[in-house]
């Protein structure tokens, strides 16, 4: 009976140790990508996603504003790299399902009084978590 509860405990700490490593792994991905846009630092905004990921913005005036990762990163192109540029990014939550994960990260730039909800999409590809789309909105004040 001991070896039969001993096994189970093993593999429980096994699971759960793999998990962690996963969120953890989305986790540096997803700092990275709030690092770059917090520091306008377009490679770190890049990194993480899919070549061929979709972001979904907000734009006053426009229902829906479409960007690849590249032509996101452009927009802090021009600003100081390596420099605060009020941008704050905290990950609010992560959800993982086998080999896709959802995540929801706040943004916040206090100087513009602006709170942005990002939610994200990522998917393991070839041993490696990968962004391949994500939405944002402005919310309300």
């Given amino acids: 009976m001991k070896i039969i ?8 700490l096994v699971g ?4 962690q490593n996963e969120e ?9 990508y709030i690092d770059g846009t917090t520091y306008s630092e377009p490679n770190k905004i890049i990194a ?4 061929d990921a979709r972001m979904f913005l907000s734009k006053k005036g426009q229902p829906i ?7 996101y990163a452009q927009l802090f192109e021009k600003r100081e790299k390596g420099k605060f540029n009020g941008r704050k990014g905290s990950i609010l939550s992560i959800d993982i399902a086998n080999d896709i994960a959802t995540a929801k990260v706040e943004i916040l730039i206090k100087d513009q009084n602006l709170r942005f909800i990002d939610l994200f999409l990522l998917k393991k590809l070839e041993g490696n978590w990968k962004i391949i789309s994500k939405a944002a909105t402005l919310m309300p004040n």
């Fill in 5 to 12: 509860y001993l096994t189970l405990v093993s593999l429980f």
């Fill in 48 to 51: 993480p996603f899919y070549e």
């Fill in 65 to 71: 504003y479409m960007l690849s990762a590249k032509e």
């Fill in 16 to 19: 759960a140790c793999h998990a």
């Fill in 24 to 32: 953890d792994d989305i986790r540096k991905n997803l700092q990275m």
